[in-house]
């Protein structure tokens, strides 16, 4: 009886694993650059100027366009900059520090600031001039539709 529940276990979090990233193999893989990625920010940290890391994003794909949401607490939208070109989106942008009272001591940093850019590979090329950014509570939304493929059609050859 031990065995079924531990495999009735195993296999619900196989599921969670599979609707949270996509597929199952890939949940240890994410969950491994989740880790590098804090290691890498520690050491980053430490240098003057260090640059803020890249934002974590979301992707999913519809029908006519793909859908890309960032996440940007404490970034201005005068801050961001966001194009498309061929199969790629890139955003740019900026976490400034706040401003502290000069008779402030900080006890304790662990927020990020500086320059960041993402660029994020499409499945498909795009349709550049169609591109939509939205920025609403710390989360940028950008839409990206698919360029439309122009169908092949049937060319009548001509004679003299």
Do not use: C, K
Not at 108 to 128: I, N, Q, T
């Amino acid at each position: 009886m031990m065995n079924e529940e531990m495999e009735d276990e195993v296999g619900r979090a196989e599921e969670d694993a599979t609707r949270d990233t996509g597929s199952a193999w890939s949940a240890p893989f994410t969950e491994f650059q989740d880790m590098m990625d804090d290691v890498l920010d520690g050491f980053r940290s430490l240098a003057p100027g260090a640059h803020a890391r890249h934002p974590r994003l979301e992707l999913a794909e519809t029908a006519d366009a793909y859908l890309v949401w960032l996440d940007l607490p404490g970034v201005a939208q005068e801050d961001l900059e966001v194009s498309a070109r061929a199969d790629e989106l890139t955003v740019v942008g900026q976490r400034r520090r706040p401003e502290i009272p000069e008779d402030a001591q900080v006890r304790r940093s662990e927020r990020v600031y500086g320059r960041f850019r993402r660029v994020v590979r499409l499945p498909a090329y795009v349709d550049a001039s169609g591109v939509r950014a939205r920025l609403e509570a710390g989360v940028l939304q950008v839409t990206v539709p698919r360029r439309v493929e122009s169908e092949g059609h049937r060319v009548d050859v001509e004679t003299d």
